[in-house]
């Protein structure tokens, strides 16, 4: 499945690296819990994963599990709680689905150009933020058969890629932007929900 080294598109309508993409109920799910943005284990850099000893395809369907539970189109494993260079990607289709994982990925290389488009975040609940990133994205990582591949991306494909890689190196989205727009687009978030007042406040503290 996507064996060759050519650019890829997950056909979705992007309003975010993690969007919403299910309209029907959530299943049943009684795996790892989501990490929110103060949790400093997301400020780690997640180690790589024994290729030859894991059980790849398990990984792969328990991450993909988690994903489509909490409705996104990306998730990475630290995400989760779990110390292991590994995300997946997915659009949500019943039929011909593309879902894939990356097992200790590395970026090869991306594209001069550039685009800015809006990204959201599952471990940071409603905040959306216009990020800059390369279109097209090329990268080596084992598949869930154990293969080391080099594939390139493009287009949305590319950016939820490069989203989640973000996390493999322990940041995330808010680094691509100046402290400005993040701290507009905190408030933005606390002003809507007072709940999440206290927990952006500390964030804003680090």
């Known amino acids: 499945f996507f064996k060759q080294t050519t650019a890829y598109e997950i056909r979705l309508s992007l309003v975010g690296s993690e969007m919403c993409i299910r309209d029907s109920p959530a299943p049943e799910y009684e795996g790892p819990k989501l990490l929110h943005m103060t949790h400093p284990f997301l400020s780690k850099a997640p180690s790589e994963i024994d290729i030859e000893k894991e059980d790849l395809k398990q990984l792969k369907a328990d991450l993909l599990e988690a994903m489509y539970y909490y409705r996104g189109i ?11 260079k590994y995300f997946v990607v997915g659009d949500g289709k019943e039929e011909e689905p ?3 994982a990356f097992f200790n990925p590395s970026i090869i290389g991306v594209s001069k150009e550039e685009d800015h488009l809006r990204e959201g ?19 080596k990582f ?4 154990g293969e ?4 390139t991306y493009e287009g949305t494909t590319a950016r939820v890629i490069l989203h989640e890689y973000d996390h493999m190196l322990g940041a995330n989205f ?8 993040l701290e507009r687009g905190l408030k933005a ?3 809507k929900h007072k709940k999440h007042q206290r927990r952006i406040q500390r964030f804003l503290k680090t």
Not at 76 to 83: K, M, V
Not at 148 to 151: L, W, Y
Request: aromatic share 8%.
């Open 74 to 84: 990306g998730l990475s494993a630290n995400q989760l709680g779990i110390d292991g």
């Open 98 to 100: 593309f879902e894939k």
């Open 174 to 181: 808010t680094h691509r932007v100046s402290k400005l727009k």
């Open 148 to 151: 080391e591949i080099v594939e």
């Open 142 to 145: 084992f598949n869930s058969d």
């Open 189 to 191: 978030v606390a002003k």
């Open 121 to 139: 975040c599952l471990s940071f609940p409603e905040l959306w933020l216009m990020v800059k990133r390369p279109v097209q994205v090329t990268l």
